[in-house]
């Protein structure tokens, strides 16, 4: 193992399964030293972990943990295509929260994501960021997240 894998260890935190695309993609491509995932949805064993809008029927804690979970699943794809323990950084993550009308508080249900990635990478889980409110997100979930990755 090497330092990702081991810190992952560490923190008692397997990667799932890579989750099989729903539709025409790949779950990850890599072009030079970067790895884009496709958005990740808070998918646990082959099932939707939770349905429903921010701010509604998923309280803004839930949602905070199903964006780790779409973290995870995320680097699970990162590992399928390039092995984990060849990150050297992670560049953007992009956070879609599907929002009941008025929520506003879509940077702290990303924060899941990017709090995730700071206990796994340290320094060099420090990304730039976006957090999108949405009307709708695939299969009804709540939250979706994709990553930008540099890799050696």
Request: proline share 6%; glycine share 12%; charged share 15%.
């Amino acid at each position: 193992m090497g330092r990702w894998t081991d810190r992952l260890a560490e923190l008692g935190v397997p990667l799932p399964d890579v989750v099989a695309p729903v539709a025409a993609y790949v779950p990850a491509v890599r072009t030079g030293s970067l790895v884009y995932t496709a958005g990740q949805v808070p998918m646990v064993a082959g099932a939707v972990a939770a349905t429903g809008k921010v701010g509604a029927e998923i309280s803004p804690a839930e949602a905070k943990e199903h964006a780790r979970i779409c973290a995870l699943n995320a680097l699970a794809a990162v590992d399928a295509l390039v092995g984990l323990d060849s990150v050297v950084r992670i560049v953007k993550v992009v956070g879609f929260v599907a929002s009941a009308e008025g929520f506003t508080g879509q940077p702290a249900v990303v924060n899941g994501a990017s709090e995730l990635l700071g206990e796994i990478f340290g320094e060099a889980g420090q990304h730039a960021r976006s957090a999108v409110g949405v009307a709708e997100l695939p299969l009804g979930v709540p939250v979706e997240v994709e990553l930008i990755v540099e890799v050696e």
